[in-house]
C-alpha cells in the first residue's frame, strides 16, 4: 500500500471548505453519506440512533441501547452477527463496568488522564464511549487515538472497525507516517503520536478534532512528550477540545499534576498474581542465563508460554536457535513436551511476528507431556503486544535504548539496564490468563538498588535537531521556557539549535529560514532533508532521493550467521569504491532493474538483500518525491555516462552531513571525528578501504570500540567549498584536522591564484 | 606553574615517557629563559620523537579512546564554548540564563545534565558489576586489615625487644652486683690476706673454674672470660705478626720468652670455655625477667641487699624496703 498521506491530507483540508463553505457537499460523491446523514439525522431527530442523543449529556445506558441496534448507530446499516458476538465480549471487558463513571468525568473536565492495565480494554473501548458521547460526525469533527506504534495503530483500527461493524477506512481509520487510511466519513482516527503532531503543524489548535486521546502516554516517546506540552496550550485556546490522557501504569499522578491536576479514573486490569523469583546471585552472563532457566522451566513446570525478553534482533536469534536445539534433545532423550521457539522484534516481517499468536504444539502422543511456546523478544513485548497463554517470564533485566549526548553528540543504542517500572510491567505480562511466575536474573539487592524508578522518557535520551523543527514550526518561538514534562538538558538543546543554524535551517535569531520552512515539510532528520532539499544543486536529485528513502528504512543487506561468505561476495557485486551510500544507491537502481522486478522474491533471495527493506524504501521514496514535487523541487539527474555523476553525488552527501566527517589519523585505521575528536573506526560492513582520508558517515556506532557506519569517501576541498560556515578553519581547536584544512586552504588559493594570473 | 614544580617534571621524565612528551609541550613556553645545553635538547628531540614513532599498543589506543571520550563527556558545553555559540546565543534570548533548567519554572525537577552513558561490555547480568566492585572493595579492606594488623604486631615486638633488652641490662647489673658482693664476702673470709696485685677481672679469671662461680652470675663471668680470650687472641695474633702465637721459637731462652711476654699459655682457658654447662644453659633459657627475679631474691636473702633500693639493709626484715618488685620501688 502506498503512501497517501500528503495528498490525502490535502484533499480532506479541501473538502473540508467546501462543505462548510459551498451549499452543496451532495455533488461530491465522497460526501453522500455525509450528507444523508446531515439532511436525514441530527436536527430532525430521524433515522440513527443517535439522533436524540445530547452531546455530552449522555449516560452508559442510552449508549448501551443504540449499541443493541438493529442498525448501526453511525451508518444506519444493519448491524451483523459478528458484530453481537464482539459486543458480548466487549462488555465483558474490566471497563465497561465503569462507562458511566468515565462518562460522568469526561462531562465535568476538559482534559482527563486515564489509568488502566493492560487487558483492560482501553484502547479499544474509551474512544468508542467518546463517540457515543462527543458525536463528533455532527459537528464535522474526529476523534483522535494516537499509538506510539505503527503496528498498533494499525491492528487498533482494524479491530475497532471490526468491533463497530465498519470497513476501516471509512468511520475507522488509520494514519501512520507513510500510509493514510482513512476516509471522508472517518470520524475516529488511529494514529501514531508523529502523525498527530505533523498535522499540527499545520493547523496548531488541531481544529479537525473534538477530542484527543494520547493513549500509551506512560511510553513517554518523544511525539507524545511534545503532542503533551503542546495540548496543554491547545487546552487554553480551545475550551471545547477534550483531552484524555491514557496510560498504563500508576505513576499516573506526574500526568495528573502536569496537566493542572486534572482528574483521575483508574480501572483495573484483568490480570492475576504473579509470583516473582530472583537470583541468589548476579549472574556471570545474562544470557546463557537466560537460556538455562528457559529450559529449566520447560523440564520442570506446569502447562503454560514463556516470554524472555532480550535485547537485540542478533542476540534473540541466536537464543531461539540454541533453545530450540536443547529442547529437541530434551525431547529426545528427557521425554519432555514439544517446544516451539519464536523471535519477535521491530524489524521482524508481520507474517513472522503473527506466528507469536499459533497455539502452542500439541503434546507428542495424546497423553503425552504438554507442548509449550516460547516467544524470545525485546521489549516490545512488554506493553504494546498482549500474548495471551504466557504464564512464565524470563527477564535478564536489559533492554537496548537510545540515548544520545550533546557533548560528543552521539546518538546510539546501547544495552542498558531496565527501570523498576519495565521490571513489574514485564511482570505483569506473566498474569495475563492465570497465576504466572517472573524469574528476574538478578538479585533482590540488584533491582533495589541499580534499577531507576522509571525509563528515562525518548526526549531526554535524542537529538532534538529534528524535534526543534518541529517546535518552531508548530509555533512556539519559545523552546527555553516551553512546558514539557521532563525538559531536556540545555546543552541538547543548545546543540539541536546550533546544528540546525549550521545546517541554515534557522537564522542567528532563531528564527526558521526559508530552507527550514521546507526542510521541515519533509518527515525526515534536518540533515536528511537538507541534502534532499539541496541535491538538485548538484544535479542528482533523483539518486539523492533514492538515497534518502534508502537511509530511513532497514538495513537492506541481510547477513545471515549461515551464509556470512556468501551475502558477502553477494554484497561485493554492488560495491562501489567510493562508499556504502554509493553500494547501496547500486542496489537499488538494480532492485529496479527488469531482470530483479520480474521476480523481485527470489532476486533479492538470492542477492541477500531484504525485499522488505527495498520495497518500503520505494515507498518512501514515492511519499518524498511527493512532497518535494508538491515544493516545486526539481527532480533530475547527472548522465551515467558523465563522469561527474558518482562526484555530484558525494558531493550533495557533503550538503547534508557536513557535521559527520571523520578525518583518518596518521597511519594506522583509526579516524578522529572533526570537531567533536573521537576517535572511531570504520565499522566492518563497510565496502570502503581505509585509503580514504576524509569520510562522511552516517552513524556513530557506540560500544566499546567507536565505529562509524554507512561512510563515504569525500574531498576536504567539498567541506571548504559547501560549508564553509561550519569549516571556519580559525575556530578550529588546534591539531592535525586544522593543519590538514589549512593545507587544503592554501591549495586552493594557489589554484585560484594561477588561475588569476593566466 | 611548570617552573615552580620542577621535581615533580623531572620526576616524571624519569618515570613516564608519554608524561614527559607532554610536559615538555606545556613547559617550553613557561621557561624560554633556560637554556637548553646541547645535551638535553638532543635527549628531548630523541624522546618525543620515540613518543610520536612508537606505535601504540591496542590497549592503549583503547584506553585513549576511552578517556577522550569520558572526557568529553564529562565537560560542560557551556564551560567550555569560549567563543560566541550561536545555539546559546538564541537560548539567551529566549531568556536562558546558564546553570538554569529548561521548561516551566514551577518544574523543579528538570534537568540541567545530560544522562551520562554507560557502556556495557559484556553480558554480565544486572548487579554483576557492582557485586565486583563490591568484592573487590572487601577484599581491599581486608587487605588494609591485614597490614594494620601485622603494623600492630610489629609495635608489640618491638615493645617486648626493648623490654627484654631493657631487663637482660638489668640482669647483667643484678649479676655484677652479687659478683661484687660474693667476691667482697669472700675476701672479707681470706682475711685480705691476698693483696690485689692486678685488676679484679684479671685475678678471678686465673682464680676460680667457671663451673665453681655461682650459677646466677657464672654466665656474667663465662662471657667477660670469652670476650678476655678474643682480646688476648687478637693481641697474640697482632704481636706474633707473622708467626702463629703458638709457634715456638727455639732461639728465645726464657727471658726472651717473658720480655716479649709469651710466658703465659696463650689458651690456658680454652678448655674451661669450651666445656659444656647445660646448668648454664638451662638458666639462660629462663626469661629475662624470672633471671632477674632469681638474682633479686639471692641479693636479698644472701646480702640483706635490695637490687630496686640499691642498700644493703642491715638485717633479714630490711625494713623500708616496699616489695620485692620493680614497680613496687616505682
Same mark, same amino acid.
Request: a negative charge; proline letters at 6%; aromatic letters at 6%.
Given at each position: 500500500?502506498?503512501?497517501?498521506?500528503?495528498?490525502?491530507?490535502?484533499?480532506?483540508?479541501?473538502?473540508?471548505?467546501?462543505?462548510?463553505?459551498?451549499?452543496?457537499?451532495?455533488?461530491?460523491?465522497?460526501?453522500?453519506?455525509?450528507?444523508?446523514?446531515?439532511?436525514?439525522?441530527?436536527?430532525?431527530?430521524?433515522?440513527?440512533?443517535?439522533?436524540?442523543?445530547?452531546?455530552?449529556?449522555?449516560?452508559?445506558?442510552?449508549?448501551?441501547? @443504540?449499541?443493541?441496534?438493529?442498525?448501526?448507530?453511525?451508518?444506519?446499516?444493519?448491524?451483523?452477527?459478528?458484530?453481537?458476538?464482539?459486543?458480548?465480549?466487549?462488555?465483558?471487558?474490566?471497563?465497561?463496568?465503569?462507562?458511566?463513571?468515565?462518562?460522568?468525568?469526561?462531562?465535568?473536565?476538559?482534559?482527563?488522564?486515564?489509568?488502566?492495565?493492560?487487558?483492560?480494554?482501553?484502547?479499544?473501548?474509551?474512544?468508542?464511549?467518546?463517540?457515543?458521547?462527543?458525536?463528533?460526525?455532527?459537528?464535522?469533527?474526529?476523534?483522535?487515538?494516537?499509538?506510539?506504534?505503527?503496528?498498533?495503530?494499525?491492528?487498533?483500527?482494524?479491530?475497532?472497525?471490526?468491533?463497530?461493524?465498519?470497513?476501516?477506512?471509512?468511520?475507522?481509520?488509520?494514519?501512520?507516517?507513510?500510509?493514510?487510511?482513512?476516509?471522508?466519513?472517518?470520524?475516529?482516527?488511529?494514529?501514531?503520536?508523529?502523525?498527530?503532531?505533523?498535522?499540527?503543524?499545520?493547523?496548531?489548535? &488541531?481544529?479537525?478534532?473534538?477530542?484527543?486521546?494520547?493513549?500509551?502516554?506512560?511510553?513517554?516517546?518523544?511525539?507524545?512528550?511534545?503532542?503533551?506540552?503542546?495540548?496543554?496550550?491547545?487546552?487554553?485556546?480551545?475550551?471545547?477540545?477534550?483531552?484524555?490522557?491514557?496510560?498504563?501504569?500508576?505513576?499516573?499522578?506526574?500526568?495528573?499534576?502536569?496537566?493542572?491536576?486534572?482528574?483521575?479514573?483508574?480501572?483495573?486490569?484483568?490480570?492475576?498474581?504473579?509470583?516473582?523469583?530472583?537470583?541468589?546471585?548476579?549472574?556471570?552472563?545474562?544470557?546463557?542465563?537466560?537460556?538455562?532457566?528457559?529450559?529449566?522451566?520447560?523440564?520442570?513446570?506446569?502447562?503454560?508460554?514463556?516470554?524472555?525478553?532480550?535485547?537485540?534482533?542478533?542476540?534473540?536469534?541466536?537464543?531461539?536457535?540454541?533453545?530450540?536445539?536443547?529442547?529437541?534433545?530434551?525431547?529426545?532423550?528427557?521425554?519432555?513436551?514439544?517446544?516451539?521457539?519464536?523471535?519477535?522484534?521491530?524489524?521482524?516481517?508481520?507474517?513472522?511476528?503473527?506466528?507469536?499468536?499459533?497455539?502452542?504444539?500439541?503434546?507428542?502422543?495424546?497423553?503425552?507431556?504438554?507442548?509449550?511456546?516460547?516467544?524470545?523478544?525485546?521489549?516490545?513485548?512488554?506493553?504494546?503486544?498482549?500474548?495471551?497463554?504466557?504464564?512464565?517470564?524470563?527477564?535478564?533485566?536489559?533492554?537496548?535504548?537510545?540515548?544520545?549526548?550533546?557533548?560528543?553528540?552521539?546518538?546510539?543504542?546501547?544495552?542498558?539496564?531496565?527501570?523498576?517500572?519495565?521490571?513489574?510491567?514485564?511482570?505483569?505480562?506473566?498474569?495475563?490468563?492465570?497465576?504466572?511466575?517472573?524469574?528476574?536474573?538478578?538479585?533482590? @539487592?540488584?533491582?533495589?538498588?541499580?534499577?531507576?524508578?522509571?525509563?528515562?522518557?525518548?526526549?531526554?535520551?535524542?537529538?532534538? @535537531?529534528?524535534?526543534?523543527?518541529?517546535?518552531?514550526?508548530?509555533?512556539?518561538?519559545?523552546?527555553?521556557?516551553?512546558?514539557?514534562?521532563?525538559?531536556?538538558?540545555?546543552?541538547?538543546?543548545?546543540?539541536?539549535?546550533?546544528?540546525?543554524?549550521?545546517?541554515?535551517?534557522?537564522?542567528?535569531?532563531?528564527?526558521?529560514?526559508?530552507?527550514?520552512?521546507?526542510?521541515?515539510?519533509?518527515?525526515?532528520?534536518?540533515? &536528511?532533508?537538507?541534502?534532499?532539499?539541496?541535491?538538485?544543486?548538484?544535479?542528482?536529485?533523483?539518486?539523492?532521493?533514492?538515497?534518502?528513502?534508502?537511509?530511513?528504512?532497514?538495513?537492506?543487506?541481510?547477513?545471515?550467521?549461515?551464509?556470512?561468505?556468501?551475502?558477502?561476495?553477494?554484497?561485493?557485486?554492488?560495491?562501489?569504491?567510493?562508499?556504502?551510500?554509493?553500494?547501496?544507491?547500486?542496489?537499488?537502481?538494480?532492485?529496479?532493474?527488469?531482470?530483479?522486478?520480474?521476480?523481485?522474491?527470489?532476486?533479492?533471495?538470492?542477492?541477500?538483500?531484504?525485499?522488505?527493506?527495498?520495497?518500503?524504501?520505494?515507498?518512501?521514496?514515492?511519499?518524498?518525491?511527493?512532497?518535494?514535487?508538491?515544493?516545486?523541487?526539481?527532480?533530475?539527474?547527472?548522465?551515467?555516462?558523465?563522469?561527474?555523476?558518482?562526484?555530484?553525488?558525494?558531493?550533495?552527501?557533503?550538503?547534508?552531513?557536513?557535521?559527520?566527517?571523520?578525518?583518518?589519523?596518521?597511519?594506522?585505521?583509526?579516524?578522529?571525528?572533526?570537531?567533536?575528536?573521537?576517535?572511531?573506526?570504520?565499522?566492518?560492513?563497510?565496502?570502503?578501504?581505509?585509503?580514504?582520508?576524509?569520510?562522511?558517515?552516517?552513524?556513530?556506532?557506540?560500544?566499546?570500540?567507536?565505529?562509524?557506519?554507512?561512510?563515504?569517501?569525500?574531498?576536504?576541498?567539498?567541506?571548504?567549498?559547501?560549508?564553509?560556515?561550519?569549516?571556519?578553519?580559525?575556530?578550529?581547536?588546534?591539531?592535525?584536522?586544522?593543519?590538514?584544512?589549512?593545507?587544503?586552504?592554501?591549495?586552493?588559493?594557489?589554484?585560484?591564484?594561477?588561475?588569476?594570473?593566466? | 606553574?611548570?617552573?615552580?614544580?620542577?621535581?615533580?617534571?623531572?620526576?616524571?621524565?624519569?618515570?613516564?615517557?608519554?608524561?614527559?612528551?607532554?610536559?615538555?609541550?606545556?613547559?617550553?613556553?613557561?621557561?624560554?629563559?633556560?637554556?637548553?645545553?646541547?645535551?638535553?635538547?638532543?635527549?628531548?628531540?630523541?624522546?618525543?620523537?620515540?613518543?610520536?614513532?612508537?606505535?601504540?599498543?591496542?590497549?592503549?589506543?583503547?584506553?585513549?579512546?576511552?578517556?577522550?571520550?569520558?572526557?568529553?563527556?564529562?565537560?560542560?558545553?557551556?564551560?567550555?564554548?569560549?567563543?560566541?555559540?550561536?545555539?546559546?546565543?538564541?537560548?539567551?534570548?529566549?531568556?536562558?540564563?546558564?546553570?538554569?533548567?529548561?521548561?516551566?519554572?514551577?518544574?523543579?525537577?528538570?534537568?540541567?545534565?545530560?544522562?551520562?552513558?554507560?557502556?556495557?561490555?559484556?553480558?554480565?547480568?544486572?548487579?554483576?558489576?557492582?557485586?565486583?566492585?563490591?568484592?573487590?572493595?572487601?577484599?581491599?579492606?581486608?587487605?588494609?586489615?591485614?597490614?594494620?594488623?601485622?603494623?600492630?604486631?610489629?609495635?608489640?615486638?618491638?615493645?617486648?625487644?626493648?623490654?627484654?633488652?631493657?631487663?637482660?641490662?638489668?640482669?647483667?647489673?643484678?649479676?655484677?652486683?652479687?659478683?661484687?658482693?660474693?667476691?667482697?664476702?669472700?675476701?672479707?673470709?681470706?682475711?685480705?690476706?691476698?693483696?690485689?696485685?692486678?685488676?679484679?677481672?684479671?685475678?678471678?679469671?686465673?682464680?676460680?673454674?667457671?663451673?665453681?662461680?655461682?650459677?646466677?652470675?657464672?654466665?656474667?663471668?663465662?662471657?667477660?672470660?670469652?670476650?678476655?680470650?678474643?682480646?688476648?687472641?687478637?693481641?697474640?695474633?697482632?704481636?706474633?705478626?707473622?708467626?702463629?702465637?703458638?709457634?715456638?721459637?727455639?732461639?728465645?731462652?726464657?727471658?726472651?720468652?717473658?720480655?716479649?711476654?709469651?710466658?703465659?699459655?696463650?689458651?690456658?682457658?680454652?678448655?674451661?670455655?669450651?666445656?659444656?654447662?647445660?646448668?648454664?644453659?638451662?638458666?639462660?633459657?629462663?626469661?629475662?625477667?624470672?633471671?632477674?627475679?632469681?638474682?633479686?631474691?639471692?641479693?636479698?636473702?644472701?646480702?640483706?641487699?635490695?637490687?630496686?633500693?640499691?642498700?644493703?639493709?642491715?638485717?633479714?626484715?630490711?625494713?623500708?624496703?616496699?616489695?620485692?618488685?620493680?614497680?613496687?620501688?616505682?
Amino acid at each position: 500500500m502506498t503512501d497517501r498521506r500528503p495528498e490525502e491530507l490535502e484533499m480532506s483540508r479541501a473538502k473540508r471548505v467546501k462543505t462548510a463553505g459551498e451549499l452543496d457537499p451532495s455533488t461530491n460523491p465522497y460526501l453522500a453519506h455525509h450528507y444523508e446523514q446531515d439532511s436525514n439525522g441530527y436536527s430532525n431527530g430521524g433515522e440513527t440512533s443517535l439522533s436524540h442523543f445530547k452531546r455530552h449529556k449522555t449516560t452508559a445506558e442510552q449508549a448501551h441501547v @443504540a449499541e443493541d441496534g438493529p442498525n448501526n448507530p453511525f451508518n444506519n446499516r444493519p448491524l451483523s452477527s459478528q458484530y453481537f458476538g464482539i459486543l458480548k465480549t466487549r462488555r465483558d471487558l474490566p471497563v465497561h463496568k465503569q462507562r458511566q463513571e468515565f462518562l460522568d468525568m469526561f462531562h465535568s473536565t476538559q482534559i482527563l488522564v486515564f489509568v488502566g492495565e493492560t487487558g483492560s480494554g482501553k484502547t479499544t473501548q474509551i474512544p468508542q464511549f467518546v463517540l457515543f458521547d462527543d458525536l463528533p460526525h455532527f459537528n464535522k469533527k474526529l476523534v483522535a487515538c494516537t499509538q506510539p506504534r505503527r503496528v498498533a495503530a494499525m491492528s487498533v483500527a482494524q479491530r475497532v472497525a471490526n468491533e463497530m461493524d465498519v470497513k476501516l477506512g471509512e468511520e475507522v481509520g488509520y494514519s501512520i507516517r507513510f500510509e493514510d487510511v482513512t476516509g471522508p466519513s472517518t470520524i475516529l482516527k488511529y494514529m501514531t503520536d508523529g502523525m498527530l503532531l505533523r498535522e499540527a503543524m499545520h493547523d496548531h489548535d &488541531l481544529t479537525r478534532y473534538s477530542c484527543i486521546i494520547l493513549d500509551e502516554a506512560h511510553e513517554r516517546t518523544l511525539s507524545t512528550d511534545i503532542l503533551m506540552g503542546l495540548l496543554k496550550e491547545v487546552a487554553l485556546r480551545r475550551p471545547d477540545l477534550k483531552i484524555i490522557i491514557m496510560s498504563a501504569t500508576l505513576d499516573a499522578q506526574k500526568f495528573q499534576r502536569y496537566f493542572n491536576d486534572a482528574p483521575l479514573l483508574a480501572v483495573p486490569g484483568r490480570t492475576h498474581p504473579v509470583e516473582i523469583f530472583y537470583t541468589p546471585e548476579p549472574e556471570r552472563d545474562y544470557v546463557e542465563a537466560a537460556l538455562r532457566t528457559v529450559l529449566q522451566i520447560h523440564a520442570t513446570e506446569p502447562e503454560g508460554d514463556v516470554l524472555l525478553f532480550l535485547t537485540g534482533e542478533e542476540e534473540i536469534e541466536d537464543a531461539c536457535r540454541k533453545i530450540q536445539l536443547e529442547a529437541d534433545e530434551m525431547i529426545r532423550e528427557a521425554d519432555a513436551g514439544p517446544l516451539k521457539v519464536y523471535p519477535l522484534y521491530g524489524t521482524l516481517p508481520p507474517a513472522q511476528q503473527q506466528k507469536i499468536f499459533d497455539p502452542a504444539p500439541q503434546p507428542i502422543r495424546p497423553g503425552g507431556r504438554p507442548g509449550r511456546k516460547v516467544i524470545v523478544g525485546t521489549n516490545i513485548a512488554e506493553t504494546s503486544l498482549t500474548i495471551d497463554g504466557i504464564v512464565y517470564v524470563v527477564d535478564p533485566g536489559f533492554s537496548k535504548q537510545k540515548v544520545y549526548n550533546p557533548r560528543i553528540r552521539v546518538e546510539s543504542l546501547l544495552v542498558s539496564p531496565i527501570s523498576k517500572a519495565s521490571a513489574q510491567q514485564r511482570a505483569g505480562r506473566a498474569g495475563r490468563t492465570r497465576p504466572g511466575k517472573c524469574f528476574r536474573l538478578y538479585t533482590e @539487592a540488584a533491582f533495589k538498588k541499580e534499577l531507576i524508578e522509571q525509563t528515562y522518557p525518548e526526549i531526554l535520551r535524542s537529538n532534538l @535537531a529534528n524535534t526543534v523543527l518541529e517546535l518552531k514550526k508548530l509555533g512556539i518561538d519559545d523552546l527555553v521556557h516551553f512546558d514539557l514534562m521532563d525538559p531536556p538538558a540545555p546543552e541538547t538543546l543548545m546543540r539541536a539549535l546550533e546544528e540546525l543554524n549550521y545546517l541554515a535551517c534557522l537564522d542567528d535569531d532563531g528564527d526558521l529560514t526559508a530552507l527550514g520552512k521546507l526542510a521541515s515539510e519533509f518527515p525526515l532528520d534536518p540533515a &536528511l532533508a537538507v541534502m534532499l532539499i539541496s541535491s538538485p544543486e548538484f544535479y542528482c536529485s533523483n539518486e539523492i532521493l533514492s538515497l534518502t528513502a534508502l537511509l530511513s528504512v532497514p538495513q537492506v543487506f541481510v547477513r545471515p550467521a549461515s551464509a556470512r561468505k556468501r551475502a558477502d561476495e553477494m554484497k561485493a557485486l554492488f560495491a562501489h569504491p567510493d562508499g556504502d551510500h554509493l553500494t547501496m544507491l547500486n542496489v537499488y537502481h538494480a532492485f529496479k532493474g527488469q531482470e530483479a522486478q520480474d521476480d523481485p522474491r527470489k532476486w533479492c533471495h538470492e542477492h541477500f538483500l531484504s525485499l522488505r527493506a527495498l520495497q518500503s524504501a520505494d515507498n518512501v521514496r514515492q511519499q518524498l518525491k511527493r512532497i518535494m514535487e508538491k515544493s516545486e523541487l526539481d527532480l533530475m539527474s547527472t548522465p551515467f555516462e558523465n563522469k561527474e555523476y558518482y562526484t555530484n553525488i558525494r558531493r550533495a552527501l557533503v550538503a547534508g552531513f557536513f557535521m559527520q566527517v571523520a578525518k583518518k589519523e596518521g597511519t594506522g585505521k583509526t579516524y578522529k571525528t572533526v570537531k567533536d575528536d573521537q576517535s572511531v573506526l570504520l565499522h566492518p560492513s563497510t565496502v570502503l578501504g581505509t585509503d580514504s582520508e576524509w569520510v562522511v558517515y552516517n552513524e556513530f556506532v557506540l560500544t566499546t570500540k567507536n565505529y562509524v557506519r554507512t561512510v563515504t569517501s569525500v574531498k576536504p576541498e567539498w567541506l571548504l567549498d559547501i560549508a564553509p560556515t561550519y569549516y571556519d578553519v580559525p575556530s578550529f581547536p588546534k591539531g592535525e584536522i586544522k593543519t590538514a584544512l589549512q593545507r587544503v586552504e592554501e591549495k586552493i588559493k594557489r589554484k585560484k591564484a594561477m588561475k588569476g594570473g593566466r | 606553574m611548570a617552573a615552580q614544580d620542577p621535581p615533580t617534571a623531572n620526576g616524571d621524565v624519569e618515570e613516564e615517557e608519554e608524561d614527559d612528551y607532554m610536559n615538555m609541550i606545556i613547559e617550553e613556553p613557561s621557561k624560554p629563559k633556560e637554556k637548553e645545553t646541547y645535551t638535553q635538547r638532543r635527549m628531548r628531540i630523541q624522546r618525543e620523537s620515540e613518543a610520536l614513532g612508537r606505535v601504540k599498543s591496542k590497549a592503549e589506543k583503547a584506553a585513549e579512546e576511552a578517556a577522550a571520550r569520558e572526557a568529553a563527556l564529562s565537560t560542560s558545553l557551556f564551560g567550555t564554548t569560549s567563543q560566541a555559540n550561536k545555539g546559546l546565543a538564541m537560548m539567551a534570548k529566549m531568556g536562558f540564563k546558564p546553570g538554569a533548567a529548561l521548561g516551566s519554572k514551577d518544574n523543579v525537577d528538570a534537568r540541567t545534565e545530560p544522562i551520562g552513558l554507560n557502556m556495557k561490555e559484556d553480558r554480565g547480568g544486572v548487579g554483576l558489576d557492582s557485586e565486583k566492585k563490591r568484592k573487590f572493595r572487601e577484599q581491599a579492606e581486608g587487605e588494609v586489615k591485614r597490614v594494620k594488623a601485622e603494623e600492630g604486631d610489629y609495635r608489640e615486638r618491638v615493645r617486648r625487644e626493648r623490654e627484654e633488652a631493657r631487663l637482660e641490662g638489668m640482669v647483667g647489673a643484678a649479676m655484677r652486683v652479687a659478683e661484687r658482693m660474693d667476691g667482697e664476702r669472700e675476701e672479707e673470709a681470706a682475711g685480705g690476706q691476698q693483696p690485689s696485685q692486678e685488676d679484679g677481672t684479671r685475678r678471678k679469671i686465673s682464680t676460680k673454674p667457671l663451673k665453681q662461680i655461682n650459677i646466677l652470675w657464672r654466665g656474667l663471668v663465662r662471657r667477660r672470660e670469652e670476650k678476655e680470650r678474643d682480646r688476648r687472641m687478637r693481641y697474640d695474633l697482632h704481636q706474633s705478626l707473622s708467626r702463629l702465637p703458638t709457634y715456638e721459637d727455639d732461639t728465645e731462652d726464657k727471658d726472651d720468652k717473658r720480655a716479649l711476654g709469651k710466658d703465659k699459655t696463650p689458651y690456658m682457658l680454652v678448655e674451661d670455655l669450651e666445656e659444656e654447662d647445660p646448668e648454664l644453659d638451662e638458666l639462660n633459657a629462663l626469661e629475662p625477667g624470672e633471671r632477674l627475679h632469681k638474682l633479686v631474691m639471692f641479693l636479698r636473702d644472701e646480702f640483706n641487699y635490695c637490687f630496686w633500693c640499691k642498700f644493703t639493709y642491715p638485717d633479714k626484715e630490711m625494713e623500708g624496703c616496699p616489695g620485692l618488685t620493680e614497680e613496687d620501688h616505682d
